[in-house]
T-cell receptor, first 109, second 114 residues
Framework: GQSLEQPSEVTAVEGAIVQINCTYQ??????LSWYQQHDGGAPTFLSY????GLEETGRFSSFLSRSDSYGYLLLQELQMKDSASYFC??????????FGAGTRLFVKA | DTAVSQTPKYLVTQMGNDKSIKCEQN?????MYWYKQDSKKFLKIMFS???????INETVPNRFSPKSPDKAHLNLHINSLELGDSAVYFC?????????????FGSGTQLSVL
């Protein structure tokens, strides 16, 4: 089967750093992406890693280790507006992206 | 200006009815998708189309019939609605060719079957 595992919930305080981990087991792998979804909203693309290493985009960074089938999303300088669900997703090729169950991030003042 | 738009935003209907959801993208993308998000927020791919051709049908009951009249539109028709069909349905698109790793989602259609 295909699976992506990520924590169901994470809580952090404003201004802190939080890391959301994702491990995957899929029949094909082209890259790992991350999406943010606020309550009642649509998932929006944050980042994509096809190669090992760290990619930085502003306050958000994403990491991939293909040999470990593992990646993470790092959010720095947390703001209240970062409270949302975060999904890791694997592009398996063949016009198919599969998603993890999502991590609910709560940012406290 | 909306990149991927889908209608309606909300759909409340009785069991056994037939309903449709429409989706349009103005990004010039070749590939479009339907995803279902259940009450636990799990996002599951249902269908993907590339240049109007069905590429993926992820073991969806044949009560669900997608139709792509052109590559900018992908509609979803659902026959004989069941309680378990209640979910949020998202349309999405991606550029196609070799760049399908980034999905652009519509705002979702919340379907409630009573």
């Amino acid at each position: 089967g295909q699976s992506l595992e990520q924590p169901s919930e994470v809580t952090a305080v404003e201004g802190a750093i939080v890391q959301i981990n994702c491990t995957y087991q899929t029949s094909g792998f082209y890259g790992l992406s991350w999406y943010q979804q606020h309550d009642g909203g649509a998932p929006t693309f944050l980042s994509y890693n096809a190669l090992d290493g760290l990619e930085e985009t502003g306050r958000f960074s994403s990491f991939l280790s293909r040999s470990d089938s593992y990646g993470y999303l790092l959010l720095q300088e947390l703001q209240m507006k970062d409270s949302a669900s975060y999904f890791c997703a694997v592009y398996t090729g063949g016009f198919k992206t599969i998603f993890g169950a999502g991590t609910r991030l709560f940012v406290k003042a | 200006d909306t990149a991927v738009s889908q209608t309606p935003k909300y759909l409340v209907t009785q069991m056994g009815n037939d309903k449709s959801i429409k989706c349009e993208q103005n990004l010039g993308h070749d590939t479009m998708y339907w995803y279902k998000q259940d009450s636990k927020k799990f996002l599951k791919i249902m269908f993907s189309y590339n240049n109007k051709e069905l590429i993926i049908n992820e073991t969806v009951p044949n009560r669900f019939s997608p139709k792509s009249p052109d590559k900018a539109h992908l509609n979803l028709h659902i026959n004989s609605l069941e309680l378990g069909d209640s979910a949020v349905y998202f349309c999405a698109s991606s550029p196609g060719r070799t760049t399908n790793e980034k999905l652009f989602f519509g705002s979702g259609t919340q379907l409630s079957v009573l």
